[in-house]
């Protein structure tokens, strides 16, 4: 995980009754998804290879990614029956895009030395290279291409798919899901010749997604439950009125979304990195054992399921999990070294299953466990809190036309109380279309208890937590 870009707060989410996900992964495994593992190494504390082959054996994780080709890791897999895919680092695309006998060679030694005694599944090219600060964006398809080549050489190229893990700043727009964008400046020189790759040789996209970054800047819209799986009413996209209960499958239906506005709803999707810190600082707000247990716990649940998204409702994802190790080596924050689902000593960090038989016994405790504190800081920028208040107002740079058909379905359809801005009434004033929309908008708001998505009008409202000040109108808090 490089420092992965902490937005993509999306907020539209899909999911069924955990019941139901319990009963269906206890009857439904030939129809379910997959999970893995992320095995980095920065550390200096951790077990042999052999032992770890012998955890993940034990612990029923059949598939693992690693970054790099390290000789000791691959032969210590060799017959364990555990799937993996390797990486070529960024520092190496350039090599690999100018020369091809530069790939063969690479591939040569660090790939058909092991295979298929040690089962490669599938080789990552770089990783999250739209954010490397070396610039290595414009080597990569032509390194993915000829690392392909250089399979099909030895007749692995059936075997052994080629992609690369994107992070979701790759993508302009997220919110709703269904307006999944990629960014402008990626779509022709990158994104179009890479899923044309990865149609024609059947491979699918890598892609890392970690809900806790956008929880973690937005704990104040976004609910605590929904990022983690647990139970909550839902948000409806209203662009295509599909409900959604999770923020991972919001995300990951905004790359399925992005990958559909050019063309290319027929490629599949890895998430090669998702995870929850144990542990963070102060203003790591969400980092902690139990809000860790909980995400992976009910991914795993989700996953193993079989159910899909609802943009591809049929589509089994392969999920990778960040990470197995905690790694006391990794720079920044202190979530980055806390990311382990075991500590080097191999005891687990928290207990929660990776197989459809542990799920039988698998319970998730919901407790309030935020982790650091929370962030008083509302949308406007001020830093006084108001008892966790919050209100909704107008989007004042929407255009006009957005902003009344917001206002006439707030007063109409919505429900909300707008006898308050008629003519003569006491926040008739100011007369301007901003200031009627924010006390509609509001109304409706409060009206549905302040509810994930109630402040969204299509983009034409946001959450504020100072009470907004419009004349001598007083906003309600609450109905």
């Given at each position: 995980m490089l420092c992965s870009p902490k937005f993509q707060s999306t907020m539209e989410y899909f999911n069924v009754p955990l019941l139901l996900l319990l009963i269906l992964s206890i009857f439904?495994?030939?129809?379910?998804?997959?999970i893995g593992v992320?095995?980095?190494?920065?550390?200096?504390?951790?077990?042999?290879?052999?032992?770890?082959?012998?955890?993940?054996?034990?612990?029923?994780?059949?598939?693992?990614?690693?970054y790099d080709t390290?000789?000791?890791?691959?032969?210590?897999?060799?017959?364990?029956?555990?799937?993996?895919?390797?990486?070529?680092?960024?520092?190496?695309l350039f090599s690999a895009a100018r020369r091809p006998s530069f790939a063969y060679s690479w591939v040569q030694r660090n790939v058909a030395a092991y295979h298929p005694a040690t089962q490669i599944e599938a080789i990552a090219v770089g990783n999250e290279v739209f954010v490397d600060p070396q610039n290595t964006t414009r080597f990569l398809v032509p390194a993915m291409k000829n690392i392909?080549?250089?399979?099909e050489k030895y007749n692995f190229h059936d075997d052994i798919k080629v992609s690369s893990p994107i992070a979701l700043s790759a993508l302009q727009n997220s919110y709703p899901s269904s307006a999944g964008s990629f960014r402008p400046d990626l779509i022709e020189p990158v994104f179009k010749p890479m899923l044309d790759f990865l149609r024609q040789t059947g491979s699918y996209l890598m892609v890392n997604a970690y809900p806790f970054f956008a929880y973690e800047s937005n704990s104040d819209v976004i609910s605590l439950d929904y990022a983690l799986f647990r139970?909550?009413?839902?948000?409806?996209?209203?662009?295509?009125?599909?409900?959604?209960?999770?923020?991972f499958d919001a995300q990951i239906d905004a790359v399925f979304a992005a990958m559909s506005a050019i063309k290319y709803d027929d490629v599949s999707i890895v998430v090669t990195e998702t995870g929850w810190p144990s542990k963070g600082d102060p203003n790591e707000i969400g980092a902690s054992v139990e809000n860790a247990a909980a995400y992976n716990g009910n991914l795993v649940k989700r996953i193993l399921t079989g159910v899909g998204t609802?943009?591809?409702?049929?589509?089994?994802?392969?999920?990778?999990?960040?990470?197995?190790?905690?790694?006391?080596?990794?720079?920044?924050?202190?979530?980055?070294?806390?990311?382990?689902?075991?500590?080097?000593?191999?005891?687990?960090?928290?207990?929660?299953?990776?197989?459809?038989?542990?799920?039988?016994?698998?319970?998730d405790n919901p407790?309030?466990?935020?982790?650091?504190?929370?962030?008083?800081?509302?949308?406007?920028?001020n830093s006084h809190s108001y008892s966790g208040q919050t209100w909704c107002v107008a989007n004042g740079d929407e255009e006009k036309e957005k902003l009344q058909v917001a206002l006439d379905f707030a007063c109409g359809e919505g429900g909300a109380d707008c006898?308050?801005?008629?003519?003569?009434?006491?926040?008739?004033?100011?007369?301007?279309?901003?200031?009627?929309?924010?006390?509609?908008?509001?109304?409706?708001?409060?009206?549905?208890?302040?509810?994930?998505?109630?402040?969204?009008?299509?983009?034409?409202?946001?959450?504020?937590?100072?009470?907004?000040?419009?004349?001598?109108c007083e906003f309600p808090t609450g109905y």
């Open positions: 439904s495994h030939s129809d379910g998804g997959s992320n095995y980095g190494r920065i550390a200096d504390n951790l077990p042999s290879a052999s032992k770890v082959a012998e955890l993940l054996k034990s612990q029923g994780l059949d598939r693992v990614k690693v390290d000789p000791a890791v691959l032969k210590a897999l060799a017959g364990s029956g555990v799937k993996v895919t390797v990486d070529l680092p960024n520092e190496l392909h080549s250089a399979l139970e909550n009413p839902g948000v409806v996209d209203a662009r295509n009125g599909n409900r959604y209960f999770s923020l609802p943009l591809r409702p049929k589509e089994n994802l392969t999920v990778y999990l960040f990470a197995l190790f905690n790694e006391d080596k990794k720079v920044g924050p202190t979530s980055e070294r806390n990311y382990g689902l075991f500590y080097p000593n191999e005891d687990k960090v928290y207990d929660i299953p990776f197989t459809v038989e542990g799920l039988k016994n698998y319970h407790t309030p466990v935020t982790g650091g504190r929370r962030n008083s800081k509302g949308s406007s920028g006898r308050p801005i008629q003519p003569g009434s006491t926040c008739y004033d100011p007369n301007t279309l901003e200031a009627h929309a924010s006390f509609a908008f509001n109304s409706y708001y409060q009206k549905k208890g302040r509810a994930i998505g109630t402040c969204y009008f299509g983009g034409a409202a946001y959450v504020v937590a100072i009470p907004p000040k419009y004349g001598k």
